[in-house]
Structures are given as C-alpha cells and as structure tokens.
C-alpha cells in the first residue's frame, strides 16, 4: 500500500506551509512515523531546512529529475525510487524522514503542463516508491498552477497552511476550494481536503486576533490549531535543525506535536 500522502498548500507565499511540513514530518518521526517529505517548490526551502545541501556543480537528484520525461517522452511508473534520499540532520529520529528534494530547475517541469499526461507524471513517479513509509508530506508552491495540480493528483489528502492575515486566509480558501472542486478533473476523485493549520500568530497584533476570529467562522473544526509567532521557529528553520536542536523550544514543539497527534487520527485509510 502506498503511504497516505498529504498535499500541503496555500495559493499565497509566506503562508508557513514549508514551516508545517518540516515540523510535522518531525513531530510526526519523534513518534515513530517513517515519513517522507517531497519538496514540489522550486525554491527548495524545505529541502535546505531539512539539512540538505545543494551542490551547483554537480547536480543532483531532485523532484525535477522524479516527474521527468525520457526521450520518448515516457515517465515510467516508480521512477522516483532513485531521487529518495536521507536528510541532513543528526537527530535518531531523522533516520524515518526521507527526502526528494527540489532546487531552481524543478520550474522546467512547470512549462511542460501540456504535454501528455503531465498532471499524471507524480502519482506515476511515486507509484511503489512510498510503500514502506507512512507518510508522505507534499510541499507545494505558492500557486494552484501544474506543479501543484500534479501533486493533487498524486495525494490522497490536502491540508492547508495560513498565515492570519486576510490575505493568506482567502489564498487558503482558494486552495480549498480548488481541492474541492478538482478531484475529478484531476482524475483523483477520492481527495479529501482536511483543514488548515493557522501559522505565525501573534496575539498582540490586533490584525491577527481578528483574522483568527474570521477563519473560525469559515473553517470552523476544520482549523487544526494556531501555531503562535517565536523566535525559535524563525531560527530553526534559518539553521536548517530540527526544532528539538533549539533551545527554549519546548512550547512550540508541543503544538507541533499536538498537530501531529491530529494528523494520526485524521490521515488514514478511508
Ligand atoms: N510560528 C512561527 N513563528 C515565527 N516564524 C515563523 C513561524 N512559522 C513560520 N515562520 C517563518 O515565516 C517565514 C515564512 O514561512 P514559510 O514556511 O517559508 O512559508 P511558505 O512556505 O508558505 O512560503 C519563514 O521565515 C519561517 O521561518
Ligand atoms: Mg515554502
């Protein structure tokens, strides 16, 4: 069976979603879960935060490689089982996290929308390459566009990452939307949009009070839960470490992991 994968998204930047999916693949690994993250932004945040290391001279293996075509055309069903790879934290439970990574390059594969099949070629690359994970974590890019279209296709769940502010709310209800009304045209009828998580809040700004109030009356129970504004994200995300390197932490990680206990309960097998 292929691990529940969970397509992370938001049609805005800035929403927390990298933040999210780091964090939860390591709430989700300090409590025994194998979980593979695939870095869908070109931009390649989560893959750097995870510890990996881009090196431009000789390029490596990346998403961009997983969902590429060959000569005739073809992405061959699994052919993203080579592009898998460690991460590059110390910590004993980043043995169960798994990374396909993404850099610049992965853009080419946005300009191939039109060709054959293209919105298919995740779901296909995966195929049997996740079946001794429990998860994988989808991060998309800031747009509803091919690349996260692919992912979509390839996910059994979308959840949602927002910022508490207006314009990251309706970006979040835009991706909701769009999971909503796209399950069968992207021929995955059986996607389940599941919540969103709201990110960086901070009580003390009378903006983020009010908007928080406004995503419960849209979202209702489908919000996960508030992740408040700290330092300790901001800088273990800048030094690419795993929050349980960073000290004074203790406060976030244990909404990371009350995230992660909700995940459990709701990412599984219909
Ligand atoms: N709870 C938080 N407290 C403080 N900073 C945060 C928090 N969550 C995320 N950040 C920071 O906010 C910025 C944007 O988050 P990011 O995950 O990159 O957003 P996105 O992937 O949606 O563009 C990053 O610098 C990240 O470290
Ligand atoms: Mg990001």
């Not at 502010?165 to 769009?178: K, L, M, P, T």
């Given at each position: 069976m292929p691990a529940l994968r969970v397509a992370i998204g938001n049609n805005k930047g800035g929403a927390k979603k990298t933040t999210l999916t780091v964090r939860l693949a390591e709430a989700l690994a300090k409590s025994g879960k194998r979980v593979g993250v695939l870095d869908f932004d070109p931009q390649g945040n989560a893959s750097r935060r995870l510890g990996w290391q881009d090196t431009p001279e000789t390029p490596p293996l990346t998403a961009a490689e997983a969902v590429e075509y060959d000569k005739h055309q073809v992405i061959h069903e699994g052919q993203a089982a080579q592009v898998w790879q460690p991460i590059g934290w110390t910590a004993p439970y980043a043995e169960r996290i798994r990374l396909i990574p993404?850099?610049?390059?992965?853009?080419?594969?946005?300009?191939?929308?039109?060709?054959?099949?293209?919105?298919?070629?995740?779901?296909?690359?995966?195929?049997?390459?996740?079946?001794?994970?429990?998860?994988?974590?989808?991060?998309?890019?800031?747009?509803?566009?091919?690349?996260?279209?692919?992912?979509?296709?390839?996910?059994?769940?979308?959840?949602?990452?927002?910022?508490?502010?207006?314009?990251?709310?309706?970006?979040?209800?835009?991706?909701?939307?769009?999971?909503?009304?796209?399950?069968?045209?992207?021929?995955?009828?059986?996607?389940?949009?599941?919540?969103?998580?709201v990110g960086g809040y901070d009580m003390r700004i009378g903006a983020h009070v009010g908007q928080l109030d406004g995503a419960r009356d849209i979202f209702g129970d489908a919000i996960w839960g508030v992740v408040p504004r700290r330092a300790v994200v901001t800088n273990a995300d800048e030094y690419g470490e795993p929050l349980g390197a960073i000290s004074d932490s203790h406060e976030v990680r244990a909404v990371f992991e009350l995230l992660a206990q909700r995940f459990m309960k709701e990412v599984a097998p219909a």
């Open positions: 993404a850099r610049y390059t992965l853009e080419d594969r946005a300009t191939e929308a039109g060709m054959k099949g293209a919105w298919r070629r995740l779901a296909k690359a995966l195929h049997g390459t996740d079946d001794d994970l429990d998860y994988v974590l989808i991060d998309c890019p800031p747009s509803l566009g091919h690349l996260t279209q692919m992912a979509l296709a390839a996910a059994h769940f979308a959840l949602a990452s927002s910022e508490p502010e207006y314009d990251s709310i309706e970006a979040a209800v835009r991706y909701r939307d769009f999971v909503g009304n796209s399950g069968d045209d992207l021929g995955n009828p059986d996607l389940r949009f599941l919540g969103v998580v």
